[in-house]
């Protein structure tokens, strides 16, 4: 910043030099800084900086660098429409940069602007710019880290948390490389968020401890690197994991820890999200009321800004939480509304988690019909689904409708032709659960079963005699050899 000084820098080279101090600020978390270090450059949240008095190229990092910031700190500050305008910002500068054959300032704009998306949770357009992005960066680097990092990020938003282990995992050594400390921290931090989750969906302890471990070297390296945020992120990821352990005591220590740090920071959108996870906590603990006053003050701070995906988190937690206080009315409007929120957005497996609380918390006030509708819109969108309770979630909420149609089967006013329709939808339900459940298990009918929730006798029972045509998903039986010990007789 001293460098500014120099009255020998012309106006370009004066806005370079803006726009470096700006990126490594944004880099420590430091987004009011790297706003004040772009001087006349940064109008405010979204708004166009006077570039047109500068070269192209110049022009052209000017409108990354706002965009970019525009995308943080309208995260932070809920600000109206704020990643539309970043994208817009970004995609002009990436405009420029590919018109002057700046390949690698273009691919650094194409990571930005995935983020973006990504805050909004549209992760298959985000998806589709990284994967382009990767295909393009022939070294290895900071970028590329960032990319690949982010492609993690957003597989795991999408609940393809496999997918994401595989990519951390096949760019490990890219990450040792790597000599940036948030980088780093980030590497760790999402690797602490997966195993947290394939912790939860496969049942494995050992991925808890992994979690906790990655957790620390996550906090060790955003320590390092000065950033605030991340620090306060890792305290919020902590305290989720606590809370998934039944340990509430240790969890609220450090969310609460986490959202002071996000009050000093002046950043509504993550006081908002740990709020969030403190209303979960508190439902899981039976405290309700507490939970709904929580969640209703985080959905009005997130309505305010552009993370779509968290305002559907938000009003999912919310509308559980006016559902157990028997306010169902109001909880069936706020639930409708995180599905349709989440699907506006594309985040199509937000809007199933969504859908799904709707038949668990208003299954009896709603008709066969409606429930059979929200149950086919769960269960297509968490059709890429990797999160195993999840998946049995799904599953429960299909006995219930099938308990419902054999209810309205039995029924002396239906009819008929509408009780095999019945019939039919239920077999049809039954085999595509069946079918998923077998794919997953590798073929075994036991592991299946056990999926399912069923014994193996059930299942056997169902694959001979309803859905023969699946026989072939399953492994080969193998005959029991005798024993070669003779018991005593």
């Not at 996000?262 to 508190?282: M, P």
């Not at 995906?309 to 157990?324: F, K, M, N, V």
């Not at 609380?357 to 019909?369: F, K, N, Q, V």
Request: glycine fraction near 6%.
């Amino acid at each position: 910043m001293r460098q500014l000084e120099n009255r020998a820098l012309s106006r370009d080279q004066r806005a370079e030099l803006r726009c470096q101090v700006a990126k490594k600020l944004e880099e420590v978390g430091d987004y009011e800084g790297a706003g004040a270090a772009l001087g006349e450059f940064w109008q405010g949240v979204g708004e166009r900086p006077p570039v047109e008095r500068l070269e192209q190229s110049t022009a052209a990092e000017v409108l990354l660098r706002v965009g970019t910031l525009t995308g943080w700190l309208g995260s932070c500050k809920q600000a109206e429409d704020a990643q539309e305008k970043a994208k817009n910002l970004i995609s002009k500068s990436a405009r420029t940069f590919e018109a002057l054959s700046h390949t690698k300032k273009v691919l650094e704009a194409q990571t930005e602007l995935a983020y973006c998306y990504w805050r909004q949770g549209a992760y298959d357009e985000a998806r589709v710019i990284l994967t382009g992005v990767l295909e393009r960066l022939t070294t290895d680097g900071y970028l590329k880290a960032k990319a690949v990092l982010r492609t993690a990020i957003i597989e795991r938003s999408a609940n393809r948390y496999s997918d994401a282990l595989r990519i951390l995992t096949d760019f490990a050594p890219l990450f040792d490389k790597i000599n940036n400390q948030t980088i780093k921290g980030g590497y760790h931090n999402e690797l602490g968020v997966v195993f947290k989750n394939l912790a939860a969906s496969e049942g494995r302890d050992d991925y808890l401890d992994r979690a906790f471990v990655e957790y620390a070297a996550a906090s060790f390296h955003f320590e390092q690197a000065g950033h605030t945020p991340y620090r306060a992120l890792v305290e919020n990821n902590l305290g989720f994991l606590f809370f998934k352990a039944g340990k509430f005591k240790a969890a609220h220590e450090h969310l609460e820890r986490a959202r002071r740090l996000f009050s000093a920071l002046k950043d509504k959108g993550s006081v908002a999200q740990v709020d969030e996870t403190r209303a979960r906590a508190l439902l899981a603990a039976g405290h309700n009321e507490e939970a709904e006053r929580i969640t209703r003050l985080a959905v009005r701070a997130l309505e305010k800004g552009g993370r779509q995906s968290l305002l559907a988190e938000a009003l999912t937690t919310h509308g559980t939480a006016l559902a157990r206080l028997g306010l169902y009315d109001h909880a069936h409007m706020t639930l409708f509304r995180a599905v349709e929120v989440a699907y506006q957005s594309g985040a199509l497996n937000d809007a199933g988690i969504a859908a799904l609380a709707a038949i668990e918390e208003l299954g009896e006030h709603l008709t066969p019909d409606e429930l059979r509708a929200v149950y086919e819109r769960a269960d297509s969108w968490l059709e890429t689904s990797q999160h195993l309770p999840t998946l049995h979630r799904l599953r429960q909420a299909a006995n219930r409708v099938l308990s419902t149609g054999r209810k309205r089967e039995d029924a002396p006013e239906v009819d008929a032709e509408k009780g095999s329709a019945l019939r039919e939808m239920m077999q049809r339900y039954e085999k595509k659960l069946i079918r998923q459940a077998l794919q997953r298990a590798g073929g075994s009918v036991t592991q299946a079963a056990r999926l399912l929730g069923v014994t193996h006798q059930a299942l056997n029972y169902m694959l001979q005699n309803r859905h023969r045509d699946l026989l072939i998903e399953r492994t080969p039986v193998v005959r029991r050899k005798r024993s070669i010990v003779k018991k005593d007789t």
